[in-house]
């Protein structure tokens, strides 16, 4: 089945650009999507197709997705993004439905 | 706005089985995707499972595939999770969660998500 990695953590001072990376081959073939999720809550989602965002989503959200990494930009961090976030890819060789590890952002 | 709310918490003995519903309201439903993922505490996501109401056919993940059922009521825009055979491991949060249909397509992100239902598996 198709694997997909996350680090652990990221920490980041307020004011400052968190990016946090999705490893996989070849993922940048693939569709990426992006979840935030608060302790005791539900994910929710902040980024779809790689780079969009749904509405209510602030504008300093963003993402990339190219060669064996996609990455989640959080720019201008505030202390409300301190979550878990997750990325999920749809691979057509095994489920559809591919989760990463999971980051614990951090502000510092 | 489609909305998902699941059903209350519960406890279960090891070799026993679990149903959750998800019940949609709002927006469409028949051409979605419901989608079940679960978290065990302190742990990632985990998709299980999913079906599309208008065609009724379930898609179960590979390590759910022998233990795992879901089912959608179209009159009450309820989709149920059903696990069996449960062992401890299996404790924890369980999510419905939609994937739209939009333009003619079957997106893949999952938006929006249940509250979630929290499963515990304990003698």
């Known amino acids: 089945s198709y694997v997909v990695t996350q680090p652990t953590s990221v920490s980041v001072a307020p004011g400052q650009t968190a990016r946090i990376t999705c490893g996989g081959k070849n993922i940048g073939s693939k569709t990426v999507h992006w979840y935030q999720q608060k302790p005791g809550q539900a994910p929710v989602l902040v980024v779809y197709d790689d780079s969009d965002r749904p509405s209510g989503i602030p504008e300093r959200i963003s993402g990339s997705n190219s060669g064996n990494t996609a990455t989640l930009i959080i720019s201008r961090v505030e202390a409300g993004d301190e979550a878990d976030y997750f990325c999920q890819v749809r691979d057509s060789s095994s489920d559809p439905y591919v989760f990463g590890t999971g980051t614990k952002v951090s502000v510092l | 706005q489609v909305q998902l709310v699941q059903s209350g918490a519960e406890l279960k003995k090891p070799g026993s089985s679990v149903m959750v519903s998800c019940k949609a309201s709002?927006?469409?439903?028949?051409?979605?995707?419901i989608n079940w993922v679960r978290q065990a505490p302190g742990k990632g996501l985990e998709w299980m499972g999913g079906?599309?109401?208008?065609?009724?056919?379930?898609n179960y993940a590979q390590t759910f595939q022998d233990r795992v059922t879901i089912i959608v009521d179209e009159f009450t825009t309820t989709t149920y999770m059903r696990l069996s055979s449960l062992r401890s491991e299996d404790t924890a949060v369980y999510y419905c969660a939609r994937s739209p249909f939009r333009g003619g397509i079957q997106h893949t992100w999952l938006d929006p998500w249940g509250q979630g239902t929290l499963v515990t598996v304990s003698s």
């Open positions: 079906i599309i109401p208008i065609f009724g056919t379930p």
């Open positions: 709002g927006g469409s439903f028949s051409n979605s995707s």
